[in-house]
Protein backbone atom coordinates (compact mmCIF):
# COMPACT_ATOMS: atom_id res chain seq x y z
CA UNK A 1 0.00 0.00 0.00
CA UNK A 2 1.78 3.29 -0.58
CA UNK A 3 0.71 6.94 0.81
CA UNK A 4 -0.14 10.64 -1.00
CA UNK A 5 -2.06 13.43 -0.34
CA UNK A 6 -4.40 15.35 -2.82
CA UNK A 7 -3.60 19.57 -2.18
CA UNK A 8 -6.93 21.03 -2.42
CA UNK A 9 -7.86 25.16 -1.80
CA UNK A 10 -8.89 28.28 -3.57
CA UNK A 11 -6.66 29.75 -6.44
CA UNK A 12 -3.27 31.40 -5.10
CA UNK A 13 -3.70 29.66 -1.48
CA UNK A 14 -0.30 27.86 -1.85
CA UNK A 15 -0.57 24.83 -3.37
CA UNK A 16 1.68 24.46 -5.53
CA UNK A 17 4.51 26.35 -3.33
CA UNK A 18 3.59 23.85 -0.43
CA UNK A 19 3.84 21.10 -2.87
CA UNK A 20 7.25 21.94 -4.33
CA UNK A 21 8.70 23.09 -0.23
CA UNK A 22 7.06 18.96 0.54
CA UNK A 23 9.16 17.79 -2.62
CA UNK A 24 12.85 19.58 -1.11
CA UNK A 25 12.01 18.21 2.60
CA UNK A 26 10.75 14.97 1.82
CA UNK A 27 14.22 14.72 -0.27
CA UNK A 28 16.79 16.01 2.88
CA UNK A 29 14.94 13.51 4.75
CA UNK A 30 15.54 10.44 2.36
CA UNK A 31 12.09 9.76 1.74
CA UNK A 32 11.00 9.25 -1.79
CA UNK A 33 7.91 11.62 -3.06
CA UNK A 34 6.67 11.81 -6.14
CA UNK A 35 4.15 15.31 -7.08
CA UNK A 36 1.34 14.88 -9.89
CA UNK A 37 0.56 18.16 -10.78
CA UNK A 38 -3.42 17.76 -11.87
CA UNK A 39 -4.14 21.58 -12.66
CA UNK A 40 -4.15 21.78 -16.75
CA UNK A 41 -3.98 25.32 -16.13
CA UNK A 42 -0.95 25.19 -13.91
CA UNK A 43 1.94 26.89 -16.19
CA UNK A 44 4.86 27.56 -14.31
CA UNK A 45 5.01 24.39 -12.22
CA UNK A 46 7.76 25.17 -9.58
CA UNK A 47 8.35 21.58 -8.23
CA UNK A 48 9.88 18.52 -10.37
CA UNK A 49 6.77 16.83 -11.83
CA UNK A 50 6.54 13.09 -12.08
CA UNK A 51 3.06 13.11 -13.86
CA UNK A 52 1.20 15.93 -15.58
CA UNK A 53 -2.08 16.46 -16.95
CA UNK A 54 -0.83 18.53 -19.58
CA UNK A 55 0.14 15.78 -21.14
CA UNK A 56 -3.04 14.43 -21.43
CA UNK A 57 -5.04 17.34 -22.10
CA UNK A 58 -4.61 21.10 -21.18
CA UNK A 59 -7.94 23.45 -20.78
CA UNK A 60 -6.61 25.45 -24.09
CA UNK A 61 -7.69 21.94 -25.90
CA UNK A 62 -10.88 21.85 -24.31
CA UNK A 63 -12.11 25.21 -24.39
CA UNK A 64 -10.87 25.50 -28.41
CA UNK A 65 -12.28 21.69 -29.10
CA UNK A 66 -15.82 22.49 -27.00
CA UNK A 67 -16.38 26.53 -27.11
CA UNK A 68 -16.08 26.31 -23.16
CA UNK A 69 -14.91 29.35 -20.75
CA UNK A 70 -11.55 28.53 -18.49
CA UNK A 71 -13.72 27.51 -16.27
CA UNK A 72 -15.77 24.77 -17.63
CA UNK A 73 -12.80 23.96 -19.80
CA UNK A 74 -11.13 23.00 -16.19
CA UNK A 75 -14.40 20.86 -15.62
CA UNK A 76 -13.77 19.12 -18.92
CA UNK A 77 -10.35 18.23 -18.49
CA UNK A 78 -11.23 16.64 -14.46
CA UNK A 79 -14.15 15.14 -16.54
CA UNK A 80 -11.38 13.76 -19.38
CA UNK A 81 -9.31 12.58 -17.04
CA UNK A 82 -11.79 10.46 -14.72
CA UNK A 83 -12.52 9.21 -18.25
CA UNK A 84 -8.90 8.32 -18.76
CA UNK A 85 -7.94 7.06 -15.20
CA UNK A 86 -6.12 4.08 -16.72
CA UNK A 87 -3.65 6.53 -18.09
CA UNK A 88 -2.80 7.84 -14.62
CA UNK A 89 -2.98 4.54 -12.76
CA UNK A 90 -0.65 3.43 -15.47
CA UNK A 91 2.04 6.44 -14.88
CA UNK A 92 1.32 5.38 -11.00
CA UNK A 93 2.22 2.20 -11.36
CA UNK A 94 5.54 3.53 -13.85
CA UNK A 95 6.58 5.12 -10.41
CA UNK A 96 8.99 4.05 -7.71
CA UNK A 97 7.40 1.44 -5.40
CA UNK A 98 5.68 2.93 -2.16
CA UNK A 99 6.96 6.21 -3.31
CA UNK A 100 4.70 9.05 -1.36
CA UNK A 101 2.46 10.61 -4.06
CA UNK A 102 1.31 14.45 -3.41
CA UNK A 103 -1.59 15.43 -5.98
CA UNK A 104 -2.21 19.33 -6.74
CA UNK A 105 -5.22 20.16 -7.72
CA UNK A 106 -6.57 22.65 -9.77
CA UNK A 107 -7.67 26.00 -7.29
CA UNK A 108 -11.48 26.05 -8.77
CA UNK A 109 -13.21 25.47 -5.23
CA UNK A 110 -15.91 23.13 -7.04
CA UNK A 111 -13.81 20.42 -8.32
CA UNK A 112 -13.34 19.77 -4.18
CA UNK A 113 -16.53 21.27 -3.21
CA UNK A 114 -19.13 19.90 -5.22
CA UNK A 115 -18.26 18.08 -8.94
CA UNK A 116 -17.89 14.49 -8.80
CA UNK A 117 -14.47 14.09 -11.45
CA UNK A 118 -11.86 14.12 -8.34
CA UNK A 119 -13.84 12.55 -5.72
CA UNK A 120 -14.52 9.44 -8.27
CA UNK A 121 -10.91 9.46 -9.09
CA UNK A 122 -9.64 9.53 -5.62
CA UNK A 123 -12.05 6.34 -4.93
CA UNK A 124 -10.72 4.56 -8.19
CA UNK A 125 -6.87 4.91 -6.55
CA UNK A 126 -7.97 4.25 -3.15
CA UNK A 127 -9.18 0.99 -4.83
CA UNK A 128 -5.99 0.25 -6.20
CA UNK A 129 -4.49 0.89 -2.97
CA UNK A 130 -3.31 4.06 -2.66
CA UNK A 131 -4.05 5.87 0.58
CA UNK A 132 -5.12 9.62 0.59
CA UNK A 133 -5.46 12.42 3.01
CA UNK A 134 -7.01 15.48 1.75
CA UNK A 135 -4.86 18.84 2.81
CA UNK A 136 -7.22 21.89 2.47
CA UNK A 137 -5.31 25.29 2.15
CA UNK A 138 -6.50 28.57 3.31
CA UNK A 139 -5.25 31.59 3.29
CA UNK A 140 -4.54 32.63 6.54
CA UNK A 141 -5.53 36.15 5.93
CA UNK A 142 -9.21 35.96 6.46
CA UNK A 143 -9.05 35.06 9.90
CA UNK A 144 -8.19 38.67 10.41
CA UNK A 145 -12.13 39.35 9.37
CA UNK A 146 -14.73 37.68 11.22
CA UNK A 147 -17.36 37.03 8.45
CA UNK A 148 -14.37 35.53 6.03
CA UNK A 149 -13.32 33.20 8.67
CA UNK A 150 -16.90 32.01 8.63
CA UNK A 151 -16.37 31.75 4.84
CA UNK A 152 -12.98 29.54 5.33
CA UNK A 153 -15.07 27.23 8.08
CA UNK A 154 -17.77 26.61 5.78
CA UNK A 155 -15.45 25.62 2.62
CA UNK A 156 -13.73 23.64 4.71
CA UNK A 157 -16.54 21.74 5.97
CA UNK A 158 -17.61 21.42 2.78
CA UNK A 159 -14.87 20.08 1.56
CA UNK A 160 -14.31 17.74 3.76
CA UNK A 161 -17.83 16.19 3.91
CA UNK A 162 -17.45 16.19 -0.47
CA UNK A 163 -14.03 14.48 -0.68
CA UNK A 164 -14.60 12.23 2.66
CA UNK A 165 -10.89 11.59 3.09
CA UNK A 166 -8.68 12.30 6.26
CA UNK A 167 -8.41 15.70 6.00
CA UNK A 168 -6.19 18.74 7.36
CA UNK A 169 -7.54 22.17 6.87
CA UNK A 170 -3.87 24.70 6.39
CA UNK A 171 -3.72 28.16 7.46
CA UNK A 172 -1.31 28.76 4.71
CA UNK A 173 1.05 32.09 4.85
CA UNK A 174 0.97 32.31 8.40
CA UNK A 175 4.12 34.30 8.39
CA UNK A 176 2.09 37.12 6.40
CA UNK A 177 -0.75 36.97 8.85
CA UNK A 178 -0.03 40.62 10.46
CA UNK A 179 0.11 42.28 7.50
CA UNK A 180 -3.56 42.48 6.49
CA UNK A 181 -4.26 43.65 10.28
CA UNK A 182 -4.76 42.87 13.78
CA UNK A 183 -6.64 39.49 15.11
CA UNK A 184 -8.97 40.12 17.37
CA UNK A 185 -8.15 37.20 19.17
CA UNK A 186 -4.94 34.57 19.60
CA UNK A 187 -4.11 32.30 16.93
CA UNK A 188 -4.99 29.33 18.67
CA UNK A 189 -8.97 30.59 19.11
CA UNK A 190 -8.91 30.70 15.42
CA UNK A 191 -7.06 26.89 14.69
CA UNK A 192 -9.03 24.77 17.31
CA UNK A 193 -12.20 26.49 16.59
CA UNK A 194 -13.40 25.90 20.01
CA UNK A 195 -15.67 28.29 21.09
CA UNK A 196 -16.54 30.61 18.28
CA UNK A 197 -19.66 32.81 20.21
CA UNK A 198 -16.49 35.04 21.05
CA UNK A 199 -17.31 36.13 17.07
CA UNK A 200 -20.74 37.94 17.67
CA UNK A 201 -19.55 41.14 18.63
CA UNK A 202 -17.37 41.38 16.05
CA UNK A 203 -19.89 39.95 12.94
CA UNK A 204 -22.43 42.40 14.70
CA UNK A 205 -20.49 45.75 14.34
CA UNK A 206 -19.54 44.65 10.41
CA UNK A 207 -23.11 43.36 9.08
CA UNK A 208 -27.03 43.82 10.07
CA UNK A 209 -28.63 42.05 12.55
CA UNK A 210 -30.34 39.61 10.67
CA UNK A 211 -27.22 38.62 9.03
CA UNK A 212 -24.99 38.69 12.18
CA UNK A 213 -27.68 36.33 13.85
CA UNK A 214 -27.43 33.96 10.32
CA UNK A 215 -23.57 34.01 10.91
CA UNK A 216 -23.87 32.92 14.41
CA UNK A 217 -26.21 30.20 13.68
CA UNK A 218 -23.78 28.83 10.88
CA UNK A 219 -21.05 29.50 13.64
CA UNK A 220 -22.88 27.59 16.19
CA UNK A 221 -23.65 24.16 13.91
CA UNK A 222 -19.97 24.36 12.56
CA UNK A 223 -18.65 24.35 16.84
CA UNK A 224 -21.49 21.30 17.69
CA UNK A 225 -20.15 19.00 14.82
CA UNK A 226 -16.29 19.71 16.31
CA UNK A 227 -15.53 18.74 12.93
CA UNK A 228 -12.95 21.49 11.88
CA UNK A 229 -9.46 22.28 13.24
CA UNK A 230 -6.41 23.77 11.50
CA UNK A 231 -2.72 23.66 11.24
CA UNK A 232 -0.95 26.49 10.00
CA UNK A 233 1.94 26.60 7.38
CA UNK A 234 4.86 29.20 6.17
CA UNK A 235 6.26 26.96 3.64
CA UNK A 236 9.95 28.43 4.35
CA UNK A 237 10.09 27.92 7.88
CA UNK A 238 11.59 24.24 8.22
CA UNK A 239 9.79 23.33 11.43
CA UNK A 240 6.00 24.41 10.20
CA UNK A 241 6.46 21.76 7.20
CA UNK A 242 7.81 19.23 9.75
CA UNK A 243 4.63 19.69 11.87
CA UNK A 244 2.67 19.30 8.98
CA UNK A 245 4.18 16.58 7.41
CA UNK A 246 3.59 14.86 10.82
CA UNK A 247 -0.37 16.20 11.18
CA UNK A 248 -0.70 14.39 7.37
CA UNK A 249 1.41 11.33 8.11
CA UNK A 250 -1.09 11.14 11.18
CA UNK A 251 -4.19 11.61 9.20
CA UNK A 252 -3.45 8.82 6.56
CA UNK A 253 -2.07 6.84 8.53
CA UNK A 254 0.89 7.11 7.34
CA UNK A 255 4.35 5.32 9.49
CA UNK A 256 7.50 6.47 7.01
CA UNK A 257 10.47 4.05 8.16
CA UNK A 258 13.73 6.02 7.30
CA UNK A 259 16.39 3.77 5.51
CA UNK A 260 19.24 2.91 7.88
CA UNK A 261 22.13 5.29 6.74
CA UNK A 262 19.38 8.11 6.62
CA UNK A 263 20.65 10.70 10.10
CA UNK A 264 19.09 9.55 13.40
CA UNK A 265 16.82 12.04 14.71
CA UNK A 266 18.25 13.95 17.72
CA UNK A 267 16.12 12.28 20.31
CA UNK A 268 16.05 8.78 19.12
CA UNK A 269 16.85 6.65 21.76
CA UNK A 270 20.44 4.75 21.82
CA UNK A 271 20.22 1.99 19.51
CA UNK A 272 21.15 -1.51 20.72
CA UNK A 273 24.23 -2.50 19.14
CA UNK A 274 23.07 -6.43 19.04
CA UNK A 275 19.82 -4.94 17.37
CA UNK A 276 19.67 -4.84 13.58
CA UNK A 277 19.59 -1.57 11.92
CA UNK A 278 16.49 -2.19 10.18
CA UNK A 279 14.58 -2.63 14.01
CA UNK A 280 16.04 0.57 15.21
CA UNK A 281 14.48 3.37 12.69
CA UNK A 282 11.40 1.25 12.86
CA UNK A 283 11.74 1.66 16.61
CA UNK A 284 11.85 5.65 16.83
CA UNK A 285 9.34 6.39 13.55
CA UNK A 286 6.47 4.25 15.04
CA UNK A 287 6.87 5.47 18.31
CA UNK A 288 7.49 9.55 17.25
CA UNK A 289 4.58 8.87 14.19
CA UNK A 290 1.95 6.95 15.41
CA UNK A 291 1.57 7.02 19.24
CA UNK A 292 3.24 9.92 20.79
CA UNK A 293 1.04 13.11 20.73
CA UNK A 294 2.83 15.50 17.73
CA UNK A 295 5.56 17.58 19.58
CA UNK A 296 8.21 20.00 18.41
CA UNK A 297 8.98 23.59 17.35
CA UNK A 298 5.58 24.88 15.72
CA UNK A 299 3.15 21.83 16.54
CA UNK A 300 1.29 24.56 19.56
CA UNK A 301 -0.30 27.05 17.52
CA UNK A 302 1.23 29.72 20.70
CA UNK A 303 4.33 28.91 19.44
CA UNK A 304 3.79 30.07 16.06
CA UNK A 305 1.66 32.96 17.69
CA UNK A 306 4.82 34.24 19.16
CA UNK A 307 7.02 33.48 15.69
CA UNK A 308 4.87 35.33 13.69
CA UNK A 309 2.58 37.51 15.56
CA UNK A 310 4.10 39.01 19.20
CA UNK A 311 7.54 38.72 18.49
CA UNK A 312 8.15 38.35 14.85
CA UNK A 313 10.61 40.97 14.88
CA UNK A 314 12.22 39.71 17.78
CA UNK A 315 12.88 36.61 15.72
CA UNK A 316 14.17 38.08 12.35
CA UNK A 317 16.64 40.20 13.87
CA UNK A 318 17.88 37.28 15.81
CA UNK A 319 17.34 34.99 12.58
CA UNK A 320 19.21 37.46 10.60
CA UNK A 321 22.38 37.84 13.08
CA UNK A 322 22.62 34.06 12.93
CA UNK A 323 22.94 34.06 9.34
CA UNK A 324 25.29 36.82 9.94
CA UNK A 325 27.53 34.72 11.68
CA UNK A 326 26.98 31.31 10.05
CA UNK A 327 28.28 33.74 6.85
CA UNK A 328 31.35 34.52 8.73
CA UNK A 329 32.11 31.26 9.26
CA UNK A 330 31.97 30.08 6.66
CA UNK A 331 33.86 33.42 5.11
CA UNK A 332 36.80 32.76 8.12
CA UNK A 333 36.73 28.91 7.12
CA UNK A 334 37.72 29.94 3.49
CA UNK A 335 39.80 31.89 4.36
CA UNK A 336 41.88 29.86 6.84
CA UNK A 337 41.41 27.33 3.84
CA UNK A 338 43.25 29.78 1.04
CA UNK A 339 45.66 30.31 3.39
CA UNK A 340 46.67 26.65 3.87
CA UNK A 341 46.73 25.62 0.05
CA UNK A 342 48.82 28.71 -0.51
CA UNK A 343 51.25 27.59 1.98
CA UNK A 344 51.04 23.73 1.10
CA UNK A 345 51.96 24.91 -2.74
CA UNK A 346 54.63 27.19 -1.85
CA UNK A 347 56.08 24.20 0.36
CA UNK A 348 56.07 22.37 -2.52
CA UNK A 349 57.29 24.56 -4.92
CA UNK A 350 60.23 24.25 -2.67
CA UNK A 351 60.33 21.07 -2.27
CA UNK A 352 60.64 20.72 -6.23
CA UNK A 353 63.47 23.35 -6.02
CA UNK A 354 65.38 21.40 -3.35
CA UNK A 355 64.66 18.32 -5.49
CA UNK A 356 65.90 20.07 -8.73
CA UNK A 357 68.97 21.00 -6.96
CA UNK A 358 69.57 18.12 -5.49
CA UNK A 359 69.64 16.19 -8.83
CA UNK A 360 71.34 19.04 -10.27
CA UNK A 361 74.11 18.10 -7.55
CA UNK A 362 74.04 14.23 -8.04
CA UNK A 363 75.24 14.90 -11.56
CA UNK A 364 77.48 17.76 -10.89
CA UNK A 365 79.24 15.33 -8.79
CA UNK A 366 78.66 12.23 -11.35
N1 LIG B 1 4.89 34.52 2.33
C1 LIG B 1 4.43 33.35 1.86
N2 LIG B 1 4.02 33.28 0.58
C2 LIG B 1 3.56 32.10 0.12
C3 LIG B 1 3.48 30.95 0.94
N3 LIG B 1 2.96 29.93 0.21
C4 LIG B 1 2.73 30.44 -1.03
N4 LIG B 1 3.09 31.74 -1.11
C5 LIG B 1 2.98 32.64 -2.27
O1 LIG B 1 1.61 32.68 -2.66
C6 LIG B 1 1.53 32.83 -4.08
C7 LIG B 1 0.58 31.78 -4.65
O2 LIG B 1 1.13 30.51 -4.42
P1 LIG B 1 0.83 29.25 -5.35
O3 LIG B 1 1.58 28.11 -4.75
O4 LIG B 1 1.09 29.55 -6.77
O5 LIG B 1 -0.72 29.07 -5.14
P2 LIG B 1 -1.75 28.03 -5.82
O6 LIG B 1 -2.49 28.80 -6.85
O7 LIG B 1 -2.64 27.62 -4.70
O8 LIG B 1 -0.93 26.91 -6.38
C8 LIG B 1 2.94 32.71 -4.62
O9 LIG B 1 3.40 34.00 -4.91
C9 LIG B 1 3.73 32.10 -3.48
O10 LIG B 1 5.07 32.54 -3.47
C10 LIG B 1 3.92 31.06 2.32
O11 LIG B 1 3.88 30.13 3.14
N5 LIG B 1 4.38 32.29 2.71
MG1 LIG C 1 -0.92 26.11 -8.39
Request: hydrophobic share 40%; glycine share 6%; with cysteine.
Amino acid sequence: MAFGEIVCGSPGSGKSTYCYGKHQLFTALQRPIAIVNLDPANENIPYPCAINIADLITVEDAMDEHHLGPNGGMLYCMEYLEANIDWLEGKLAELQKDVYVVFDLPGQVEVSTNHLSVKRIVEKLGKAGLRLAAVHMCDAHYVTDAAKYISVLLLSLRTMLHLELPHVNVLSKVDLITKYGELAFNLDFYTQVQDLSYLSEHLEASLPPQFAALNMAIVSLVEDFGLVGFETLAVEDKHSMLHLMRAVDRASGCIFVPPPDAPRPPDALPMNPSESTAHAPNAYALMTSALAPIRGPMSDPRDVQERWVDARDAYEAHEKMKWRQEGEAVRELARKYTKESEAGQRKNQADGRNHVGSDFKIQERM
